[in-house]
C-alpha cells in the first residue's frame, strides 16, 4: 500500500464516506476540499494546491468535479494532478462513457459514447490519467446514506412522503447498475492494498435493476403497499446500463456483498 492517501473531494458523498471507511481500517489518508467539513484535512482554494503534497509515495484518488457536467477549469486541475502524480493516480470516471441501451453487462472494451459534452470531457480525461500510467475507474450508480438528493431513490422517497398517490417516474423501464456506497469503499481498499494497475476497470454491482422494482423495494422499506400507487411513467423506451466486473473482481478478488434490497434498507434507517 501507498504510504499516504491523499483524497480530493472529500467533503462530498463518495469522498467523505471513503476517508472515513479507510481512517477505520488504519489507512494514513487525508481529506482534500475546497468546501471544510468534518472530512477535511487539507483545505485548499484550488485542487492544483494538492500538487505540493506530492512526495513520490503519495496516491492520489481524485473525487473531485460535478457528476452531471465538467467546466474547463476541472479539467485543468484534473490534467495538472495527472502530470503530477502519474501512475499514482486513480481517477473517478462514469459507466455514463458507455452509454445506453445494451443488452448485455459492458465490459471495458465496450466501444464508447461521446454524445454529451459531459462524456466527451470524462473520455478525455480518460486518456490523459492513462497516458500518464493511472488507473482509472468507471463507475456505476452509487447509493447510500449520505448521497445527494438528486438521485432516483430520494426522487420516489419524496413523493412516498408526500403520500401521493400517483408516483411519476420517468422511464419504468430503466435498468441500472446500483452499488451501495460500502461495497464501493470495500473496493477502493482493496484496490489500493494490492497492485494498482495501469487500466481501466468498471466498478459496479454487475447486475441491473429495473426502476419498477426499485420503487417497489423502496415502498417496502417503508411499509407502504406499492399497489396502491399508481406510476406514471413519463417515457417506456428501452435504457439498460449494466456494468461487467469480471476483470475488477479476478483482479482484487472482490464482489459486492449488499443486496439492493438490503442497501435500501440502511439508506433508509
Given at each position: 500500500m501507498m504510504q499516504r492517501i491523499l483524497i480530493t473531494g472529500s467533503s462530498g458523498f463518495i469522498g467523505s464516506s471513503l476517508c472515513a471507511f479507510l481512517k477505520t481500517k488504519g489507512v494514513p489518508c487525508l481529506g482534500v476540499s475546497r468546501t471544510q467539513n468534518n472530512d477535511t484535512d487539507i483545505l485548499v482554494k484550488s485542487y492544483k494546491d494538492v500538487i505540493k503534497y506530492n512526495d513520490g509515495k503519495t496516491?492520489?484518488?481524485?473525487?473531485?468535479?460535478?457528476?452531471?457536467?465538467?467546466?474547463?477549469?476541472?479539467?485543468?486541475?484534473?490534467?495538472?494532478?495527472?502530470?503530477?502524480?502519474?501512475?499514482?493516480?486513480?481517477?473517478?470516471?462514469?459507466?455514463?462513457?458507455?452509454?445506453?441501451?445494451?443488452?448485455?453487462?459492458?465490459?471495458?472494451?465496450?466501444?464508447?459514447?461521446?454524445?454529451?459534452?459531459?462524456?466527451?470531457?470524462?473520455?478525455?480525461?480518460?486518456?490523459?490519467?492513462?497516458?500518464?500510467?493511472?488507473?482509472?475507474?468507471?463507475?456505476?450508480?452509487?447509493?447510500?446514506k449520505g448521497m445527494s438528493p438528486n438521485n432516483i431513490?430520494?426522487?420516489?422517497?419524496?413523493?412516498?412522503?408526500?403520500n401521493n398517490k400517483d408516483i411519476v417516474i420517468d422511464n419504468i423501464d430503466a435498468v441500472r447498475?446500483?452499488?451501495?456506497?460500502?461495497?464501493?469503499?470495500?473496493?477502493?481498499?482493496?484496490?489500493?492494498?494490492?497492485?494498482?494497475?495501469?487500466?481501466?476497470?468498471?466498478?459496479?454491482?454487475?447486475?441491473?435493476?429495473?426502476?419498477?422494482?426499485?420503487?417497489?423495494?423502496?415502498?417496502?422499506?417503508?411499509?407502504?403497499?406499492?399497489?396502491?400507487?399508481?406510476?406514471?411513467?413519463?417515457e417506456s423506451k428501452n435504457d439498460k446500463l449494466i456494468l461487467d466486473i469480471k476483470r475488477l473482481s479476478g483482479l482484487y478478488n472482490w464482489v459486492p456483498k449488499t443486496s439492493i434490497e438490503k442497501g435500501i434498507d440502511q439508506w433508509l434507517k
Open positions: 496516491l492520489l484518488i481524485n473525487l473531485a468535479g460535478n457528476n452531471s457536467d465538467i467546466n474547463d477549469n476541472e479539467i485543468d486541475y484534473t490534467v495538472a494532478l495527472s502530470n503530477e502524480f502519474k501512475s499514482n493516480m486513480i481517477f473517478m470516471s462514469s459507466a455514463q462513457v458507455y452509454g445506453h441501451s445494451f443488452n448485455k453487462a459492458v465490459d471495458e472494451n465496450e466501444v464508447l459514447s461521446s454524445l454529451s459534452q459531459y462524456c466527451k470531457s470524462k473520455i478525455y480525461l480518460e486518456k490523459v490519467i492513462l497516458k500518464n500510467n493511472g488507473l482509472v475507474i468507471r463507475l456505476s450508480n452509487i447509493y447510500g431513490f430520494s426522487y420516489i422517497h419524496d413523493q412516498l412522503m408526500k447498475d446500483f452499488l451501495y456506497i460500502d461495497d464501493l469503499c470495500e473496493c477502493l481498499y482493496k484496490i489500493i492494498s494490492g497492485k494498482i494497475e495501469n487500466s481501466i476497470l468498471n466498478i459496479g454491482a454487475g447486475i441491473g435493476t429495473d426502476i419498477k422494482s426499485l420503487f417497489q423495494y423502496i415502498c417496502s422499506s417503508l411499509g407502504i403497499d406499492y399497489n396502491d400507487k399508481n406510476i406514471i411513467s413519463n
